[in-house]
């Protein structure tokens, strides 16, 4: 049978597969983690920026509660939000999302980014003058408060999101708990070859977000945006060989490499045609035609208004 699951630094064992939620409204989100928990997902990632945990938290006590799924076969994940950097910050933004989400303890908790911005009365964008209000806490300080949640038992593994070879560098060399994940965005048309050697021979488990290219999000239309990734003809082509989709094509190049793969819907055919994944197997030939459509491009660049973070990942000359 193909692998279904991978596991972490932490020896915990994690789905290849879990349901995203971010853009997921809190009119849509409760239907669509209940459908994702109905039709075999056990992962649902989440986070304190996507303001919807709590409608999140309402779907999981749902299914609980119907017989559906025990709480210990769930794999819940949320995040650090930038604004929480601070390390008095970490517990009390930690202990909101596991409110909201009415459990008592999560099974991952990553920090958002590199970046802190500063804690204004938990705005998520905090601006003055058109400018982010930045924090000039360092992610390492921040790390040590996660690892304390570890040591209290509130989270059973801890990770990073958005994070680049050179911070997870720096990270590995201080963590007394080494990230178990790094969340990032990863497709055809951003391929990060390095990152993704980096982090498999350091044990960290990568996570694709954005895996469709995140045709839904809301910020689209920069002159460089290139067409839907599920619309390539070279990712259609290669579906119509196994009788898939594009989107399952997509979602296939993550998991049979091990890496996890959190594909956002809230419509229950999508929902379950994003789980027919582990009944055929990509070619060599396959990987070596998605690769070739890497293009260096993003969906989610993280280019908020007048950001000025050392940490920014991917500026060229950015500082670790």
């Known amino acids: ?82 604004s929480f950097h601070a390390p008095e910050d970490v517990k009390p933004a930690f202990m909101k999302t596991l409110t909201d989400l009415k459990l008592d303890y999560l099974d991952l908790y990553l920090m958002h980014s590199p970046m802190g911005f500063q804690n204004i009365n938990w705005e998520l964008v905090p601006q003055k003058d058109g400018k982010v209000l930045m924090s000039d806490v360092d992610y390492v300080d921040t790390w040590k408060a996660m690892e304390a949640l570890v040591e209290e038992g509130l989270v059973k593994s801890i990770g990073v999101s958005n994070f680049n070879i050179s911070q997870l560098k720096r990270l590995l060399s201080v963590a007394n708990i080494k990230p178990s994940v790094n969340q990032v965005e990863l497709h055809p048309y951003l391929c990060q070859p390095k990152l993704v050697e980096y982090c498999k021979s350091n044990g960290i488990v990568l996570t694709a977000y954005s895996p469709f290219g995140s045709p839904g999000r809301d910020f689209k239309g920069k002159e460089n945006d290139p067409y839907n990734l599920l619309n390539d003809p070279v990712i259609k082509e290669i579906g119509q060989t196994y009788g898939k989709t594009s989107a399952q094509v997509l979602l296939r190049y993550h998991v049979q490499r091990g890496i996890v793969v959190i594909p956002k819907s809230v419509t229950p055919s999508r929902i379950i045609e994003n789980t027919k994944i582990f009944d055929f197997s990509l070619t060599d030939e396959d990987f070596q035609k998605l690769e070739g459509l890497n293009r260096n491009w993003r969906a989610c660049a993280w280019d908020f208004v007048g950001l000025h973070s050392k940490h920014i990942v991917w500026r060229p000359n950015f500082s670790a």
């Open 1 to 82: 049978a193909m692998a279904r699951t991978v596991t972490l630094l932490s020896n915990k064992v994690m789905p290849l597969l879990g349901l995203g939620t971010w853009q997921s409204k809190p009119g849509e989100v409760q239907k669509a983690v209940e459908a994702a928990i109905d039709n075999r997902y056990r992962y649902i990632d989440g986070a304190f920026s996507y303001q919807n945990e709590h409608e999140v938290g309402e779907a999981i006590q749902s299914r609980i509660k119907a017989g559906v799924v025990k709480r210990e076969e769930l794999f819940i994940v949320s995040k650090l939000w930038n």
